[in-house]
């Protein structure tokens, strides 16, 4: 089993910029996607974005699109969230998870649908106006 140890949060201004971090280990990293999620204080968890295995196809939630870039560096077992211009409403809980893949003439496509329901401690993001 894979386990993630995110990091990188922070409190920012609106406007500002973070960059997360999900550091996993085991020897199986680049055979799964990984998707980014969060969760505010009294709200369900969201879908963020998505990356496949390869890092060549991401997938992002309507919310993010423009601002926020997912990606992985496989050599070092670690999956990144660039965040940008970022609003208070993106204030939350950030979590990294394993997701689940689909496979369509050749490529792999991330989804939005977690891997297992293990989730790390995640990391705090807070974004003040």
């Known amino acids: 089993q894979v386990q993630l140890v995110e990091s990188g949060g922070g409190l920012v201004q609106a406007g500002g910029s973070l960059r997360l971090s999900c550091a996993a280990s085991?020897?199986?990293?680049?055979?799964?996607?990984m998707g980014w999620f969060r969760q505010a204080p009294g709200k369900e968890r969201e879908f963020v974005a998505s990356?496949?295995?390869?890092?060549?196809?991401?997938r992002y939630a309507d919310s993010v699109k423009g601002r926020f870039t997912i990606s992985r560096d496989n050599a070092k077992n670690t999956v990144y969230l660039e965040m940008n211009s970022l609003k208070p409403e993106d204030t939350a809980v950030y979590y990294c998870?394993?997701?689940?893949?689909?496979?369509?003439?050749?490529?792999?496509?991330?989804?939005?649908?977690?891997?297992?329901?293990?989730w790390g401690q995640g990391t705090q993001v807070t974004v003040s106006s």
């Open positions: 990356i496949n295995r390869s890092g060549g196809n991401t």
């Open positions: 998870v394993p997701v689940n893949e689909y496979y369509s003439a050749g490529v792999y496509y991330p989804t939005a649908t977690p891997k297992s329901d293990y």
């Open positions: 085991g020897r199986t990293f680049n055979n799964y996607a």
